[in-house]
């Protein structure tokens, strides 16, 4: 079965600690692997793409990096903006849903 | 702002009763999904079309929940006979048929008393 784990379910930071979220993910072959943040109350905002290990993507103070059984979601000097929800989704071999993970709490205190 | 659009935003209704969900999705986008999400969960996923055709559906669609997507456009989430389980956010997203970024739009926050 398609399963996406995160961890830590929460994580505070001062602003300007930097850190790192885990996303763990087994998948009957994988088309991609998502990155959103969400607010709370509104729908995930998409961040990032992997299709393959060893890609990155940045963003501002994210980078986000993939390999073959994790991602991670880099945060470089965090602010209190960044402050959020963040999601990671799987895109499995077959069919075109998304399998998501529960997510990570991100607080950032000035 | 032509991103994905969801109406109403927030829905309060009885149990027992009908409710129907709107989604307008990006307009050059092919591919409607509808997700549910729950309070400290992800996005489940529901149902998916492909213009106007239903293509895959989740085992937790059961047969009081029903979706259109008449014409390709636009597409609606009928849930029938509202039980208190089926208090969430329904999400509505969109991709391009070669593309697979989803766009999601504001949700719909349903709460059944």
């Known amino acids: 079965e398609d399963q996406v784990t995160q961890s830590p379910e929460a994580l505070r930071l001062q602003e300007g600690e930097s850190s790192s979220l885990n996303c763990s993910y087994t998948?009957?072959?994988?088309?991609?692997l998502f990155w959103y943040r969400q607010d709370p109350g509104k729908g995930p905002e998409f961040l990032f793409t992997l299709y393959s290990a060893g890609e990155e993507k940045e963003k501002e103070r994210l980078k986000a990096t993939l390999t073959k059984k994790e991602s991670f979601l880099h945060i470089t000097a965090p602010k209190p903006e960044d402050s959020a929800t963040y999601l990671c989704?799987?895109?499995?071999?077959?069919?075109?849903?998304?399998?998501f993970g529960a997510g990570t709490i991100l607080r950032v205190k000035s | 702002d032509t991103g994905v659009s969801q109406d109403p935003r927030h829905k309060i209704t009885k149990r027992g009763q009908n409710v129907t969900f709107r989604c307008d999705p990006i307009?050059?986008?092919?591919?409607l999904y509808w997700y549910r999400q729950t309070l400290g969960q992800g996005p489940e996923f529901l149902t998916y079309?492909?213009?106007?055709?239903?293509?895959?559906k989740s085992r937790l669609l059961s047969d009081r929940f029903s979706a259109e997507r008449p014409k390709g456009s636009f597409s609606t989430l009928e849930i029938q006979r509202t039980e208190q389980g089926d208090s969430a956010m329904y999400l509505c997203?969109?991709?391009?048929?070669?593309?697979?970024?989803?766009?999601f739009g504001p949700g719909t926050r349903l709460t059944v008393t």
């Open positions: 997203a969109s991709s391009l048929s070669l593309g697979t970024e989803q766009y």
């Open positions: 307009s050059e986008h092919n591919r």
């Open positions: 998948v009957s072959g994988l088309r991609g």
């Open positions: 989704a799987v895109r499995p071999e077959y069919g075109n849903k998304l399998v």
């Open positions: 079309f492909q213009n106007e055709a239903q293509l895959e």
